[in-house]
């Protein structure tokens, strides 16, 4: 697909964030200027993350502040895809979530109802705040056979220096401790997240592209999701390692100023 049709097919563009329009807190060079073309040409911008450690909020302060985020924009984290499959599948539901006040509090005005005793529901959420106590009681309600639901799969978050563990590694340390593996995850690249985008946003998949960096989470999550894919090199991926993944995006490019 060439950039053209792959503009002229999208209504909703769906970007990741690390890695696609800004390194830690540098923007992408030329980035904002490429953000508003594609606003006066009146396509959508949603900013999607997998991060469940931060609330929209937060993102939309940084974003603002590194000149990212205009007019109409919007921000969508797993952590809102997994409030938005509890109202649905799970209503007035007790869930014990380990996650960050912040996300806890935006998981509350979600109308999640928190508990710390006897949930129905574990959530497990990219929870910076983490002690050894919180984890403790969230193995003990997983052997006690509560739902078990994690905000995103990724095993480690990128940073400036070594990679932090991420949501993906506390998965597999309950896994040792409890024999227990999610029943859901929502984040990139699994279909809940896509389900919640089709629904809060009202554009379909075909309409919607997702571009991203990592070809495991951005790209799979588009390709399954029936999205179009555009896959920038300014992240993770390299016109090498990107050969070794069973996906294909529609659209490589060096970066996503390259669009124009
Ligand atoms: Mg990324």
């Keep these: 697909m060439t950039k053209e049709e792959l503009l002229n097919a999208t209504d909703l563009f769906l970007l990741d964030l690390d890695g696609t329009v800004y390194l830690s807190d540098t923007p992408i060079v030329g980035v904002g200027e490429t953000l508003h073309k594609l606003r006066t040409m ?3 911008l949603v900013y999607l993350t997998n991060n469940s450690s931060r609330t929209r909020a937060e993102y939309e302060e940084k974003l603002t502040r590194l000149g990212l985020f205009g007019t109409g924009d919007d921000v969508y984290t797993s952590a809102l895809a997994a409030a938005s499959f509890l109202e649905k599948r799970y209503a007035g539901a007790a869930v014990y979530a380990l996650a960050t006040d912040a996300v806890r509090a935006e998981l509350i005005r979600c109308g999640v109802r928190l508990t710390e005793e006897k949930p129905e529901i574990c959530l497990l959420a990219y929870d910076t705040q983490i002690t050894f106590a919180k984890m403790k009681r969230f193995n003990e309600f997983l052997a006690a056979g509560a739902v078990y639901v994690a905000t995103h799969p990724d095993d480690v978050c990128p940073t400036d220096g070594v990679s932090m563990p991420d949501v993906g590694s506390f998965i597999a340390l309950f896994e040792r401790s409890s024999g227990r593996r999610p029943d859901v995850i929502c984040g990139k690249p699994y279909s809940v997240m896509g389900e919640c985008i089709g629904q809060k946003y009202r554009v379909p998949a075909a309409r919607t592209c997702m571009v991203g960096d990592r070809m495991h989470t951005d790209i799979r999550f588009g390709n ?3 999205m179009k894919t555009l896959l920038v ?10 050969r070794s993944f069973p996906d294909t995006p529609d659209l490589v490019l060096p970066d996503l100023t390259k669009i124009f």
């Design 224 to 226: 399954r999701s029936g």
């Design 233 to 242: 090199l300014s992240g993770e991926t390299t016109r090498q390692s990107m």
């Design 42 to 44: 009146g396509k959508q």
